[in-house]
């Protein structure tokens, strides 16, 4: 049983038991190797689960220091923080929040060591390195390419500013199998290792794609064996959208049905506005019970509500034609959605939907004028 014809659309619908599912895997690889594994916030921040996951994982990462608060304050567990360039005036706050803190560059670490120090409380410090090898090709989603400001090369390393520095992190994948964290641990491994030596931990970032049906766990654990007995470093993953990817759903209904050319269908929710990785990715998101187009005998373009031409989710085909007030569930829509939602020509934001095992299910969140309204002036 879920609860697909008797939400509120749009809606996200996040589904516990495959949540759990997830966090199931994710936790027998930190107890066969001791591993520690953290939920990166950026992809997913519904802190309604947030107790759930906490049984589970070791704690949060963070990009920002609101991220940060969120993982203290709602999950508990460690905290870690990364960001490109903190700002002096958070720095206080983010040293009284966080368990671990990557630096970008030595001289970030530089001036906010004493800060950091001063705090008064036991706050582990590393640096974010670049690798200068990654297999990703999109540069949006590369942090290795030429000129790339995310982490420290090893030619800008000075071993003098390590002074201090617990820990190496680096983050040069995404939705990845374990065969490119092999290659990418041996190009570290290679360049970094007379620094690993002097390290406690190395945090192996995003990325890691666990949770899809062909991962290789095994290469992943061989990969975290290898730190730990090399170096004696404990290792930390922290995965965004492997702790909830295919855990999610958006409901939507059908608003018109029109053509040009083509049959055409306006949704009520918006690829600008719900689920803009679908424009920037780009991507075509899973339709339940949908199929390419010409697939099935009715093909249609799904586009939202909003005046942006480009709006537009994507070409499938159903064996039905569409009409106003028919459901239609996309998938895998847990993960860079509710982070990413906008309010973009007025547009109302998703309600947030929490599917239970027992088929019953709780509207967590629902939004209106005054969320639109409160962030403008
Ligand atoms: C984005 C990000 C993650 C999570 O990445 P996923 O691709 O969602 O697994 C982890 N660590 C850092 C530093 C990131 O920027």
């Given at each position: 049983?879920?609860?697909?014809?008797?939400?509120?659309?749009?809606?996200?619908?996040?589904?516990?038991?495959?949540?759990?599912?997830?966090?199931?895997?994710?936790?027998?690889?930190?107890?066969?190797?001791?591993?520690?594994?953290?939920?990166?916030?950026?992809?997913?921040?519904?802190?309604?689960v947030y107790p759930l996951i906490g049984r589970y994982l070791a704690g949060t990462t963070a990009s920002s220091l609101f991220e940060a608060?969120?993982?203290?304050?709602?999950?508990?567990?460690?905290?870690?923080?990364?960001?490109?360039?903190?700002?002096?005036?958070?720095?206080?706050?983010?040293?009284?929040?966080?368990?671990?803190?990557?630096?970008?560059?030595?001289?970030?670490?530089?001036?906010?060591?004493?800060?950091?120090?001063?705090?008064?409380?036991?706050?582990?410090?590393?640096?974010?390195?670049?690798?200068?090898?990654?297999?990703?090709?999109?540069?949006?989603?590369?942090?290795?390419?030429?000129?790339?400001?995310?982490?420290?090369?090893?030619?800008?390393?000075?071993?003098?500013?390590?002074?201090?520095?617990?820990?190496?992190?680096?983050?040069?994948?995404?939705?990845?199998?374990?065969?490119?964290?092999?290659?990418?641990?041996?190009?570290?491994?290679?360049?970094?290792?007379?620094?690993?030596?002097?390290?406690?931990?190395?945090?192996?970032?995003?990325?890691?794609?666990?949770?899809r049906s062909d991962y290789d766990v095994e290469c992943l654990i061989r990969s975290i064996t290898f730190m730990q007995e090399k170096y004696?470093?404990?290792?930390?993953?922290?995965?965004?959208?492997?702790?909830?990817?295919?855990?999610?759903?958006?409901?939507?209904?059908?608003?018109?049905?029109?053509?040009?050319?083509?049959?055409?269908a306006i949704v009520d929710t918006s690829a600008a506005c719900h689920m803009p990785d679908v424009l920037e990715m780009p991507y075509r998101?899973?339709?339940?019970?949908?199929?390419?187009?010409?697939?099935?005998?009715?093909?249609?373009?799904?586009?939202?509500?909003?005046?942006?031409?480009?709006?537009?989710?994507?070409?499938?085909?159903?064996?039905?034609?569409?009409?106003?007030?028919?459901?239609?569930?996309?998938?895998?829509?847990?993960?860079?959605?509710?982070?990413?939602?906008?309010?973009?020509?007025?547009?109302?934001?998703?309600?947030?939907?929490?599917?239970?095992?027992?088929?019953?299910?709780?509207?967590?969140?629902?939004?209106?004028?005054?969320?639109?309204?409160?962030?403008?002036?």
């Open positions: 049983m879920n609860c697909f014809d008797q939400v509120p659309t749009p809606s996200f619908v996040v589904d516990e038991g495959l949540l759990k599912r997830n966090l199931e895997l994710l936790q027998s690889i930190q107890q066969r190797t001791g591993c520690k594994i953290l939920l990166a916030q950026k992809a997913f921040s519904m802190y309604r608060r969120l993982g203290r304050e709602e999950m508990g567990g460690e905290v870690h923080i990364y960001s490109p360039a903190y700002r002096e005036d958070e720095m206080d706050q983010i040293a009284s929040i966080c368990d671990h803190i990557v630096f970008n560059s030595p001289s970030q670490w530089m001036r906010f060591r004493n800060q950091i120090q001063a705090s008064g409380r036991s706050i582990s410090c590393g640096i974010r390195i670049n690798p200068e090898y990654s297999e990703i090709e999109t540069d949006l989603y590369n942090p290795c390419f030429t000129g790339s400001r995310m982490g420290t090369t090893l030619a800008h390393l000075d071993p003098a500013q390590m002074e201090g520095i617990e820990g190496l992190h680096f983050h040069t994948m995404c939705e990845q199998n374990s065969d490119t964290l092999a290659r990418t641990i041996q190009v570290v491994d290679e360049k970094f290792g007379h620094l690993l030596q002097h390290m406690k931990w190395i945090n192996f970032g995003g990325g890691h794609h666990i949770t004696g470093l404990q290792v930390y993953l922290e995965p965004g959208e492997g702790v909830v990817l295919n855990t999610g759903f958006l409901v939507t209904s059908v608003l018109d049905t029109l053509q040009n050319g083509m049959d055409l998101p899973p339709l339940l019970g949908s199929g390419d187009p010409d697939e099935y005998p009715y093909t249609y373009r799904l586009g939202g509500p909003t005046c942006l031409a480009g709006d537009i989710i994507g070409d499938y085909s159903f064996p039905h034609p569409l009409k106003p007030g028919d459901r239609l569930v996309f998938g895998d829509m847990a993960l860079y959605t509710m982070v990413k939602t906008n309010t973009f020509n007025g547009v109302n934001l998703p309600s947030i939907v929490l599917q239970h095992e027992d088929g019953s299910f709780e509207i967590v969140k629902q939004f209106g004028y005054e969320d639109f309204k409160s962030r403008l002036s």
